[in-house]
């Protein structure tokens, strides 16, 4: 599981940037930095210090370098970091020297695995880390910070101590059986055990965990000419789709992508909904109702200088059990609809870019409470999940008058299945799933 030889990854961007960092973990990190940098002075530890990257005598970049002797480190090793000038050439050769000097290439995510298996921080931690550096929204930022400082552990821990105070329940059963009966003591453990399935499911919100991380994704349906290409422009605040006054034009699926109060929106535009006997144009139709589908929002976007015309009704129908929100298009016309005689209906105007922040509000809505569950990635949910069901075969097994230990073998299970979340349960399959998911590096 822990390989105990030093490692070396670039830390930062591949190609061109501000600066290139090449991190070093291991025993020989420091002889490795020492061969490779020359500091103007003595070398102590956590102190940045500038000096020159020299390579056969030859100077190869003026740097800066750290060195972070064990544990008061990242990986809880003694780790050196040479900062380079950004680009793949200088960061390239340290990295050839490194490996000519006994160092290994770091596989993915293998500083921080290092740091989980020196103790530094449990599993969800590590995950957090991840999650941060792939947040593209603030909502996924917040959650992957909540869970790096321990958001995810506390909640699992205090879970844990549950299991275990029922678990002490059946014990004190079995050992004592003067003091408390074994209904007593099943009456107890179906209470608690249900209680605690219902907190850890509620726990649980794969689709606003999905939304904090993917973005919701909001389609923009309606008849052809409505104007939903003049919407996508107007949102996105640049010429993204082709918007033209003859009927079908959009005819594939457009996304764009954007950030709205911290919550990634994806746009989604599709073609105009008619019956038509263009090839082209039909696929296109077939791919918008697929679209509106999957959709986790619907916005209808409706002509409001016309009467509803049949297709409109269609829609509207179809899309009447969805979150959606009508809008009400082309409002700088003399208007032919009345926003009152619709649920969540919004005016604007597309091609003025009226409106705008009203709708924009309606769609944040969407996103309200997304990411906010105590759980928000997928792999601790589905554990979760297991843990819960193990607790509700344990309620059963007491309700159906089996023998309480073996109601106590389901809340072993549970307890067994929740620390996997924080890593107490470890395997190499399991730290195989976790790390190879991280970037080479980090
Ligand atoms: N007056 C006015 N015209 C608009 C508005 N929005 C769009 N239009 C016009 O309506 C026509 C159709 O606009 P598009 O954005 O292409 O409509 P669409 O719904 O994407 O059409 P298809 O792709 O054919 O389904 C264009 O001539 C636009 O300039 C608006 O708010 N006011
Ligand atoms: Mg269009």
Redesign the pocket.
């Known amino acids: 599981m822990y390989q105990k030889d030093t490692i070396a990854a670039l830390a930062t961007a591949q190609g061109e940037g501000g600066i290139a960092i090449v991190r070093i973990s291991g025993d020989k990190a420091e002889s490795c930095l020492k061969t490779l940098f020359q500091p103007a002075v003595a070398f102590e530890s956590h102190r940045m210090y500038y000096g020159h990257l020299v390579q056969g005598g030859q100077v190869l970049d003026e740097c800066m370098a750290v060195l972070m002797r064990a544990p008061r480190s990242y990986t809880r090793e003694d780790v050196a970091e040479i900062h380079l000038h950004g680009g793949s050439f200088v960061a390239g050769s340290v990295l050839k020297a490194l490996y000519a000097l006994g160092v290994r290439p770091a596989s993915a995510g293998e500083f921080t695995k290092r740091a989980f298996l020196n103790g530094r921080i449990d599993l969800s931690r590590a995950e957090a880390v991840m999650a941060l550096i792939s947040a593209e929204g603030g909502r996924a930022a917040r959650a992957a910070v909540r869970q790096l400082s321990g958001g995810v552990s506390s909640f699992i821990q205090t879970a844990q101590e549950k299991l275990l105070q029922l678990l002490s329940g059946v014990a004190a059963a079995i050992d004592y059986p003067e003091e408390i009966t074994f209904e007593e003591a099943a009456g107890e453990m179906t209470e608690g055990a249900l209680s605690l399935a219902v907190e850890l499911e509620n726990a649980c919100d794969e689709r606003g965990a999905r939304i904090a991380r993917s973005g919701l994704e909001v389609v923009l349906c ?10 996508l ?1 107007a949102l996105s605040r640049e010429e993204v ?10 005819r594939d699926i457009l996304r764009s992508d954007m950030l709205l109060s911290g919550l990634k929106v994806r746009f989604v ?1 599709t ?2 909904l008619r019956q038509n006997t263009d090839t082209i144009e039909t696929i296109g139709v077939e791919k918008a109702k697929k679209a509106v589908a999957s959709a986790d929002v619907a916005v209808v ?1 409706l002509d409001a ?1 016309r009467p509803l015309q049949a297709q409109d009704e269609a829609l509207l129908s179809d899309t009447k059990d969805m979150p959606r929100i009508i809008v009400l ?5 003399p208007a032919a609809l009345n926003p009152a005689d619709f649920e969540n209906a919004v005016c ?5 870019g009226q409106g705008m922040d009203q709708l924009e509000e309606k769609i944040v809505a969407f996103g309200a409470g997304a990411g906010e569950s105590e759980l928000t990635q997928e792999r601790h949910m589905a554990l979760a999940r297991e843990a819960a069901a193990a607790l509700r075969r344990a309620a059963q097994a007491c309700k159906d008058g089996e023998a309480v230990d073996v109601a106590a073998v389901e809340l072993n299970e549970a307890l067994h299945i929740l620390g996997r979340i924080t890593g107490d349960q470890v395997d190499e399959k399991l730290l195989d799933d976790v790390f190879s998911r991280f970037c080479v590096g980090k």
């Open positions: 309606g008849c052809p000419n409505v104007g939903k290409s003049s919407l422009n789709a082709i918007v033209t006054d003859i009927p079908g034009t959009t535009d073609a105009g976007v200088s298009n082309k409002w700088d016309l604007v105007s597309a091609a003025k």
